[in-house]
């Protein structure tokens, strides 16, 4: 049964390892003056999977039922992504303005 348990965790550490960046990410000074940290009460999954149902016309009840641990965090880690990528397109935006004004 050892044998087991070593294969569990193994297993357990492959699939987070697949998804720390999205235990990395850290507030903006703007996203906690505007009060992010009061989301911080609710179970982290809950904003995964209204989005989610939203996003697919599925219930929540489905989403937690029939979506596998693997699935929800793949699409957390999907929108992570687009949310940075998208982050950094306005960065760069916002310096090239800047360049252009000058």
């Known amino acids: 049964m050892v044998w087991l ?3 569990f965790f193994e297993q357990v550490g492959a699939f987070f390892s697949r ?3 999205l235990n ?3 507030p903006t000074e703007d996203e906690i003056d505007a009060g992010i940290e ?3 009460t609710f ?3 809950i904003g995964v999977v209204k989005t989610i149902a939203a996003q697919t016309n599925e219930t929540r009840d489905t989403i ?3 979506w596998s641990a693997d699935d929800l965090f793949m699409w957390m880690l999907h929108d992570y992504t687009q949310s ?3 982050k950094n397109l306005e960065a760069i935006q916002r310096i090239n303005q800047k360049f252009e004004e000058k």
């Open 38 to 40: 009061a989301l911080s």
């Open 43 to 45: 179970p982290p999954y």
């Open 5 to 7: 348990d070593v294969f």
């Open 24 to 26: 990395g990410s850290k």
């Open 84 to 86: 940075q990528i998208e």
């Open 19 to 21: 998804y720390a960046d």
């Open 64 to 66: 937690l039922n029939a």
